[in-house]
């Protein structure tokens, strides 16, 4: 276990006054028993730069059953590598996983980066009877591309300037009719611990969807090279026709199980992240995934379609 899989673990066993064992930073296995989902409010400290979108997306699923709201308080890394930027979670995530039928609201206090964290994220989230079933098939045209570059602490505001342009230029290349906005910030230094910067993009389309790329920046790494990665990032995830990115593939799977119903979304290729999202939760769920390549007409696409008959999970304190 590293430290933000553990706080993650003790998140969920003080929401249901759950019981860990094994808990430890190393160890190689838990028992963990469950008990009543209460809410409330609960504090989970990675106390390094975990990712708190990590701790946010264990937590979810349980908090949306609890019997009463809940207010969570998660510390730690708010744009961390190998996990989603908290600008991802609150542009991409959030307005995509309410069309489940639920809503939630997330305060950034503080940002904090790689590697000392130091950045607080406050959720609150009342719970529901049940989830609503998505269907996400179909596409449409992309209207506008949006997104932020952002520099924090030490860095200058040209970095994100650079970042900003870069993403854009790369972007024409592409997308030649559109207006393009990536905004360059920096972040207030009362509202940021230490140093970082980074970029998000967002695609939105006429259906309603969301898709995006994003990058980190680091010492060393040219801030050109920064914004045209995440913008390498987005037109990748808009060449396969689907209406989830990459990185929001997985996130989903969790509420297809427990939703009401089936499921449906139009994805491009399936991610291990998401091969493994579906095996657990058909494990813990009983629900049915299926997975079918897309039949356009467009040959070169390689889109699939997510299907799920969910279990239909219904909150017994509503």
Same mark, same amino acid.
């Given at each position: 276990?590293?430290? $933000? ?33 209460? +809410? ?38 708010? &744009? ?7 600008? %991802?979670?609150?542009?991409? @995530? ?21 590697? $000392? !964290? ?5 959720? $609150?989230?009342?719970? *529901? =009877? ?11 045209? *992309?209207?506008?591309? %949006? !997104?932020?570059? @952002? ?9 994100? =300037? #650079? ?25 207030? #230094? #009362?509202?940021?611990?230490?140093? !970082?910067? !980074? ?8 259906? +309603? ?10 010492? +060393?790494? &040219? ?21 989830? #990115?990459?990185?929001?593939?997985? $996130? ?12 449906? *979304? ?13 095996? @657990? ?35 017994? &304190?509503?």
């Amino acid at each position: 276990l590293r430290p $933000q899989h553990l706080s993650g673990l003790e998140i969920v066993r003080d929401l249901c006054d759950g019981k860990l064992n094994g808990g430890e930073i190393g160890s190689t296995e838990i028992t963990f028993t469950p008990g009543k989902i209460k +809410g409330g409010t609960h504090i989970a400290d990675t106390k390094t730069a975990g990712s708190v979108c990590l701790l946010m997306q264990v937590a979810m699923p349980c908090v949306l059953f609890a019997a009463s709201p809940s207010e969570l308080h998660l510390k730690g890394g708010t &744009n961390a590598e190998m996990a989603p930027q908290i600008d %991802y979670t609150v542009m991409v @995530f959030k307005p995509m996983v309410e069309k489940f039928n639920f809503t939630f609201n997330c305060d950034i206090k503080r940002r904090g980066y790689y590697p $000392q !964290g130091g950045g607080e994220v406050v959720v $609150q989230m009342s719970p *529901v =009877k049940e989830l609503s079933p998505i269907n996400l098939t179909e596409r449409g045209t *992309v209207t506008k591309i %949006y !997104g932020r570059a @952002f520099v924090a602490g030490a860095l200058p505001i040209k970095l994100a =300037k #650079d970042m900003s342009a870069a993403a854009v230029r790369c972007i024409r290349r592409e997308i030649r009719d559109l207006y393009i906005n990536i905004q360059p910030v920096r972040e207030p #230094d #009362d509202q940021a611990v230490g140093t !970082g910067s !980074g970029i998000i993009i967002v695609a939105e389309t006429s259906t +309603g969807c969301l898709l995006a790329g994003s990058s980190l920046g680091k010492r +060393g790494k &040219n801030s050109d090279k920064v914004g045209i990665e995440a913008a390498e990032m987005l037109l990748q995830n808009l060449k396969h026709g689907g209406t989830v #990115d990459d990185s929001l593939q997985d $996130q989903l799977i969790i509420f297809m199980a427990l939703a009401k119903g089936v499921s449906r *979304v139009k994805s491009g290729p399936i991610t291990l992240h998401t091969q493994t999202a579906i095996h @657990f939760a058909e494990q813990l769920t009983k629900a049915k995934f299926t997975v079918t390549k897309s039949e356009e007409e467009d040959l070169n696409n390689d889109t699939y379609i997510i299907e799920c008959q969910g279990i239909g999970m219904r909150n017994p &304190n509503l």
